[in-house]
Nanobody, 126 residues
Framework: QLQLVESGGGLVQPGGSLRLSCTAS????????IGWFRQAPGKEREGVAC????????NSADSVKGRFTISRGNAKNTVYLQMNSLKPEDTAVYYC???????????????????WGQGTQVTVSS
C-alpha cells in the first residue's frame, strides 16, 4: 500500500527554521511529482511548493518564495521542505502529496495529486 508520512513539524519562534520530511513506503518518490501543501484553521488548503520527478523544476507560492526550499534527498523515498525565516502566518498543518502526472512546471493545485500524507503541525509563535 502506498503511504506518505510527514515529519519534522513543531513549535518554532518567528524567524526560526524547520525542515519537514516526506517519506514514502510502498513506493519510491523519484517517479512522482511531489508537492507540499498547508492548511490553517478556517482557511482553504494552499499549495506551498512542488518538485517534478526529474527534479529539474520546482515551483513555489509567492508567500514562501525566498524562504522555503523543496528538494529531493539522496534516498529515493524522501523529499524535504526547508523552511527559513518562519512567520506566524506560516502556522498550519503541512501535508505532502504525490502525483503520477508530470508537467514541465509542477502544479500547486491539490487536485493534481493522487496520494496524501496525514500531515504534520507547524506552529510559529513566540
Amino acid at each position: 500500500q502506498l503511504q506518505l508520512v510527514e515529519s519534522g513539524g513543531g513549535l518554532v519562534q518567528p524567524g526560526g527554521s524547520l525542515r519537514l520530511s516526506c517519506t514514502a513506503s510502498g513506493f519510491t518518490l523519484d517517479t512522482y511529482t511531489i508537492g507540499w501543501f498547508r492548511q490553517a484553521p478556517g482557511k482553504e488548503r494552499e499549495g506551498v511548493a512542488c518538485i517534478n520527478r526529474s527534479a529539474f523544476s520546482t515551483n513555489s507560492a509567492d508567500s514562501v518564495k525566498g524562504r522555503f526550499t523543496i528538494s529531493r534527498g539522496n534516498a529515493k523515498n524522501t523529499v524535504y521542505l526547508q523552511m527559513n525565516s518562519l512567520k506566524p502566518e506560516d502556522t498550519a498543518v503541512y501535508y505532502c502529496a504525490a502525483a503520477r502526472k508530470w508537467n514541465l512546471i509542477c502544479a500547486l493545485r491539490g487536485s493534481e495529486y493522487d496520494y496524501w500524507g496525514q500531515g504534520t503541525q507547524v506552529t510559529v509563535s513566540s
